[in-house]
């Protein structure tokens, strides 16, 4: 009887980076360009947050793209720094090509989210709706791929940072909640599917005599 390799090398299964130093490096230079833009913003007149999701309108679908970059003030930036480091560095576990396509998701379904059904005359600004989408895509692909390490990374994190997940429900003012509900819903949407392709991805029993 043949059987698969062990799968210890799953991706799935990591919890830290396959290349830990290179990626606490990316995501370092990632948080220098939120600060970059931060410091343009203050010390000119571009009036960067102009630039974020204006829900419904033709010229406010480029947001999607700008929104997570930006920031409304240096409180509003740093309140999100630590977590945006945090996240996007556990949520590298699985590779940086992997990371790419989960932040992909998280990016562009949160922020047609927020441009679907945000307020009118509104523009949503902040990286908050990464942060809930690596948070829950953190929480929920050990549970979706059965793995006893990236569950009980789950359950540390849920007890660390869990209570910014009320952030999801509205009733704060000048907060987008459609932002944090629909990244955190992207987030777990790529947790199932990268859960499946690597399901798919492991060889199967070969029985021998």
């Known amino acids: 009887m043949v059987v698969p390799a062990p799968a210890s090398r799953r991706s799935i299964a990591r919890v830290l980076p396959p290349a830990p130093v290179r990626s606490l490096f990316f995501m370092l230079l990632f948080t220098g360009v939120l600060y970059i833009a931060e410091f343009v913003d203050q010390l000119t007149a571009l009036r960067l947050d102009d630039d974020g999701i204006v829900p419904r309108t033709f010229d406010g679908l480029d947001g999607i793209i700008w929104a997570p970059l930006l920031h409304a003030g240096w409180p509003h930036l740093l309140a999100n720094t630590v977590p945006f480091l945090v996240f ?20 562009l379904l949160g922020g047609l989210g927020v441009w679907l059904i945000g307020p009118e005359n509104t523009s949503t600004v902040g990286a908050s709706g990464l942060i809930f989408g690596w948070l829950v895509f953190l929480l929920a692909r050990g549970f ?4 006893g390490r990236q569950i009980l990374l789950a359950v540390v994190l849920f007890v660390i940072w869990g209570g910014i997940l009320f952030g999801i429900l509205p009733g704060q003012a000048g907060i987008s909640w459609q932002a944090h509900l629909f990244g955190a819903v992207a987030g777990l949407l790529a947790a199932r599917l990268v859960a499946r392709a ?12």
């Open 88 to 107: 996007g560095f556990l949520a590298m576990a699985g590779g940086f090509r992997q990371f790419v396509v989960v932040t992909a998701m998280i990016w």
């Open 144 to 147: 979706f791929a059965r793995s």
């Open 198 to 209: 690597d399901r798919r991805s492991r060889p199967a029993p070969i029985l021998g005599a």
